[in-house]
């Protein structure tokens, strides 16, 4: 009997031009209002109510941008930073960091060392999360 052959590595379909982004929150409706105003701009955006279940769908989605919560239950925001860039390297996808109960100085700095590029207080802006997602474009080149 011959050894079973390998699938090839799934390549996720991608449109064009789109940015691909991950919003991970514990919060439904937080998720919801930021896949909406990503969604209104052109950007692909799926999103994810439990942690383990994004880094389940991190490789076949394969973002170029994760939003992600702090304040998670049965994983941190930083650990789910740590996890997504040993699952995708250091370079991509781009972390922003979101919190409504993390502020401090030390949080922030707690994220940058986790892997998170950018911090925003909760609520967000929606300019300032569309402008920090806008850079992952200029970063693409």
Known sequence: MSPALAEPPHEPVRKPGRLRVLVVDDQPDTVIMLL?????????AAGFSHPLEALKALRDYDPDVVISDIAMPVISGWDFARKVRQKMGDIRPMLVAISGVYQKSADKMLA???????????????NLVLSIVAKARGAQG
Not at 36 to 44: A, N
Not at 113 to 124: H, I, Q
């Open 112 to 126: 940058t060392m986790s892997g998170y590029e950018f911090f925003l207080s909760k609520p967000c802006d929606p």
């Open 36 to 44: 909406e105003i990503l969604r209104d701009e052109g950007y692909e």
